[in-house]
C-alpha cells in the first residue's frame, strides 16, 4: 500500500498543438499540503484539473487514493476544486451556493461555512454575479474549506483580497487542517506568505517538474552571488547560472544547488529564498531538476 494521496506517471496533456503537460510524474502523500508554483502558463491549473477528474491526460496515469480521478463518482465525492475563475447561475446569492454544496460533498459542514461566510463578510442580499474579485475569492475558501474533502484543490485562492484577509485565509486554512487533516495542493504567486505552510514544493516550468522536493529541503536547493560583473560573469559560465542580471558595474546571478564552500574574492553570496529561486526557474529556459 502506498501513503501517497496522488500519483501522476509520465502525464503529458495536449490542447492541439500545444503541450501542457510534458511528462510529468510525481505524487504527493496523504495529508500533506503542496505548493504548486510556477509562472503563467506553466501547467498548473492543468495539473490541478486531471487530479480533480475534469478532465484526463493525452498520454500518462493519474491515480487519487488508486482510482483514476476522470468520470469516476468515488474520486469526486472526495475531492474539492474551485478554480479561480469559477462561474455560478446568474441568480444565485451566497444562500443558493451554500444550499447546493451538500450534493456534491458528502462531508460538507454547513455551520462552518456559515462561519466562514461570516467571517469574511460574504453579502447575502447581492447576486454572486456581482460580486468583487475578492468576495468571489472568499466564495471560493468557504466552500472548498467547508467541502472538508479529503482532497482539497486551491487554485490562487486569494485573489482581489487585501493583506488582511489574505492573512485570515492562511489562519482558517491551518486552523481547519489541524482540526480535519486532508491533502492539500494549493497554486500560488504569493510564494513568500504561504512558503511557511507548504509540506511539499512542486515547482512546473513549461509544463515539466523542474523542483520536486520536501519543504525541509528548499534551503539548499539555490543560491545567488552578487558582485563586480565581470567576476560574476565568469562564476556564471563556469558554473551555469540559470539567470545573471547586471546594472552598471555590478551584476547578480543565480544557481541551482547548495552555497559552495567557497566562491572567489568580492563575490557575496547567500541561499536562494524560494520566491526567488521560483521567478529564476520561470525565467531560465532549461529551468533546474532536483
Known amino acids: 500500500m502506498t501513503d501517497n494521496a496522488i500519483n501522476l506517471s509520465g502525464v503529458t496533456r495536449r490542447f492541439g498543438s500545444v503541450t501542457a503537460l510534458d511528462e510529468v510524474t510525481t505524487s504527493i502523500k496523504t495529508g500533506q499540503i503542496c505548493?504548486?508554483?510556477g509562472s503563467n502558463g506553466a501547467g498548473k491549473t492543468t495539473?490541478?484539473?486531471?487530479?480533480?477528474g475534469h478532465d484526463q491526460p493525452t498520454d500518462g496515469r493519474v491515480e487519487v487514493h488508486g482510482k483514476r480521478p476522470f468520470e469516476s463518482a468515488a474520486v469526486a465525492a472526495q475531492t474539492c476544486f474551485i478554480r479561480d475563475n469559477q462561474r455560478y447561475p446568474d441568480d444565485y446569492k451566497l444562500t443558493h451556493a451554500l444550499r447546493i454544496a451538500p450534493?456534491?460533498?458528502p462531508h460538507w459542514d454547513s455551520d462552518y461555512a456559515?462561519?466562514?461566510a461570516e467571517n469574511f463578510r460574504l453579502p447575502t442580499k447581492t447576486d454572486t454575479k456581482k460580486f468583487s474579485r475578492g468576495q468571489l475569492s472568499a466564495l471560493a475558501i468557504t466552500m472548498t474549506l467547508a467541502s472538508r474533502a479529503p482532497i482539497t484543490i486551491f487554485d490562487e485562492p486569494y485573489l482581489g483580497l487585501d493583506v488582511s484577509a489574505?492573512?485570515?485565509f492562511y489562519e482558517v486554512l491551518i486552523?481547519?487542517?489541524t482540526r480535519h487533516p486532508r491533502?492539500?495542493?494549493l497554486s500560488t504567486h504569493l510564494v513568500g506568505e504561504m512558503q511557511s505552510i507548504f509540506d511539499h514544493v512542486i515547482v512546473l516550468h513549461h509544463g515539466k517538474v523542474h523542483l520536486d522536493a520536501a519543504a525541509d529541503d528548499l534551503q539548499s536547493l539555490g543560491y545567488e552571488v552578487s558582485g563586480r560583473a565581470e567576476t560574476v560573469r565568469t562564476w556564471a559560465d563556469e558554473n551555469a547560472a540559470?539567470?545573471?542580471?547586471a546594472v552598471g558595474s555590478l551584476a547578480t546571478a543565480t544557481f541551482a544547488g547548495p552555497v559552495p564552500s567557497s566562491v572567489p574574492a568580492g563575490l557575496d553570496v547567500r541561499d536562494l529564498p524560494l520566491h526567488d529561486l521560483v521567478a529564476a526557474i520561470g525565467d531560465n529556459q532549461q529551468g533546474v531538476k532536483s
Open 35 to 37: 505548493g504548486l508554483l
Open 242 to 245: 540559470m539567470t545573471v542580471r
Open 175 to 177: 486552523e481547519d487542517y
Open 103 to 105: 450534493a456534491f460533498h
Open 183 to 185: 491533502t492539500i495542493v
Open 47 to 52: 495539473l490541478m484539473s486531471l487530479i480533480a
Open 166 to 168: 489574505r492573512h485570515k
Open 114 to 116: 456559515q462561519e466562514l
